[in-house]
Every structure is written in structure tokens, then in C-alpha cells.
């Protein structure tokens, strides 16, 4: 199990497979993969389904899949608290729970999450009253070879001069997210030697 965090937004990944898949579900070239976020009370809603769809989609784009064909993973995403940048959270707790479980990638990637205020100023990592007073919230996963946009979530009015800026910002915020990364797996790693 992974704990993902962004601010005070937390998240806890968990990884299973590969295992037996459902003859109905079986894709015979590649792995299945199925992902669920659970809210933190009450049953998953349309929110959580559009989530776990932005999540399933990166998540596919990265993991070599086809090593693993006629199988299935599992990710479940449980959500601890949210204030705020919850799919980025959902997504760093996903690639930290794959990498975590050994499962090949081509990619590492992560989410970053922009707002753009009433003044149109740009706040990275907005926290839920900040996404409130927002005219405009987009979430990106950046990969983590050519920071390339994998996957966009966004939601309000703008520009594409200010979709442009937000990417900028988004792909500068995952050096720091991939450094951490890199961190958190040197520490882990040299606790086991």
C-alpha cells in the first residue's frame, strides 16, 4: 500500500495482479486493468468514475501490459482526506503504487494540478477553496522522460494562451514530483539493504 499526499489531500494505493482474469474481461495480447476509487464516505459517484477513467488511461499509457497478456490488475484508490488536487494525488498515488509492485513501465509519470483565479493568476497544487473560487482547473499527467502531457482533465473557461501557461507550470511542478519520487524510492530501498 502506497500513501500518496499533495498538500493536505491523501490518498492510499494498492496494487494486485497479476492475477486470473474474467473470461469476459480477457484481452488476449495484454493485461486488464481495473481501477477504483473510493471515496472517503459513501459509494463512488460519476466524480469517481471520471477519475478512475483519467486514472486507467495513464496508467495504461505507461505499464508495458503486453508482458502480462490474458491477466488482470488491480488498483484501488482509497481516499483518506481531500482538500483539494485530488485526481493529481490519485495519479502520483498510482505511479508510486505500480512502481511499488514492480510492474514494468515505459514511463514513470505524474499529476499536477493548475487553477486559474478570477484575476487569472495561475496557483499550482490549489487546495478545495482555491478550486472553488477558480474560473478554470485542469489536471495533467507528465511523463517523466520528455515531460509530455499524457492525460488532461480540465474543467471551466480559458484560453489557450492560459492552457498553454498552465502546461508550462504543470511540467515544470513534476521535476519536483519526480524528485520526490526518486527520494522515496532511495529511502526505501536503503532500509532493506
Known amino acids: 500500500m502506497i500513501d500518496g499526499r499533495d498538500g493536505d489531500t491523501s490518498v492510499m494505493a494498492g496494487v494486485y495482479g497479476p492475477a486470473e482474469v474474467k473470461v469476459s474481461k480477457e484481452i488476449y495480447d495484454r493485461a486488464t486493468l481495473e481501477v477504483l476509487l473510493q471515496p472517503k464516505v459513501g459509494p463512488a459517484g460519476v466524480r469517481e468514475q471520471s477519475q478512475e477513467q483519467c486514472v486507467r488511461e495513464t496508467c495504461e499509457a505507461a505499464l508495458l501490459l503486453s508482458l502480462h497478456p490474458r491477466s488482470s490488475l488491480t488498483l484501488i484508490l482509497q481516499v483518506l482526506h481531500d482538500d483539494g488536487s485530488l485526481l493529481s494525488c490519485c495519479l502520483n498515488a498510482a505511479c508510486m503504487a505500480l512502481m511499488d509492485a514492480g510492474l514494468s513501465m515505459s514511463c514513470l509519470f505524474c499529476g499536477v494540478t493548475c487553477a486559474i483565479g478570477a484575476d487569472g ?53 513534476s521535476e519536483k514530483v519526480f524528485q520526490f519520487y526518486r527520494d522515496s524510492v532511495r529511502r526505501r530501498y536503503s532500509k532493506n539493504l
Open 121 to 173: 493568476d495561475i496557483i499550482a497544487d490549489p487546495t478545495a477553496a482555491q478550486e472553488k473560487e477558480s474560473r478554470a482547473l485542469m489536471t495533467f499527467a507528465i511523463d517523466s522522460t520528455e515531460r509530455r502531457v499524457m492525460m488532461s482533465s480540465t474543467k471551466g473557461s480559458f484560453s489557450v494562451q492560459e492552457l498553454q501557461e498552465c502546461v508550462a507550470v504543470s511540467q515544470k511542478a
